[in-house]
């Protein structure tokens, strides 16, 4: 069936409230069971028009939310969860920590560190499995890597 972009977009945050919704392909499914035929590169737009972000919930999983509704959680608890299950080392150069993660994971690492909002950083640049940590001055750096690898 034929529907308006904003008829679907309105059906995805519909979706996306009620369902834990991990991946694209979910929401191209759910939108079947409406009668709407979508793909993937379409519904990836929709998410960004409409503000979904993908959030780890409380039990761990990389889910789906909207940004106004993205439940405000301890910035310091999910980076000790994301530490634990996505890091794999943490190296420093100069004024930058070089953070190595499992593909795929880095950006929302990085998101975490910038909500820590630690005056000594002054931000994050994220690859796919890369995190590059700019920080003021190197002696900063050495205590922001010593906080960090404890967390591993």
Known sequence: M???KKRRQELIKKIIHEKRISNQFQIVEELKKYGIKAVQPTIARDLKEIGAVKIMD???????????????IDPWKELKRNFKS??????RAGNLIVIKTI????????????RLDIDEIVGTLAGDDTIFVAVRDPESCEKIVEKLSSIL
């Open 2 to 4: 034929k529907v308006s």
């Open 58 to 72: 409380e039990s761990g999983h990389y889910v789906y939310r909207l940004l106004d509704e993205t439940p405000v």
């Open 86 to 91: 996505f890091v794999e080392s943490i190296d």
């Open 103 to 114: 593909p795929g994971t880095a950006s929302g690492i990085a998101r975490v560190i910038d």
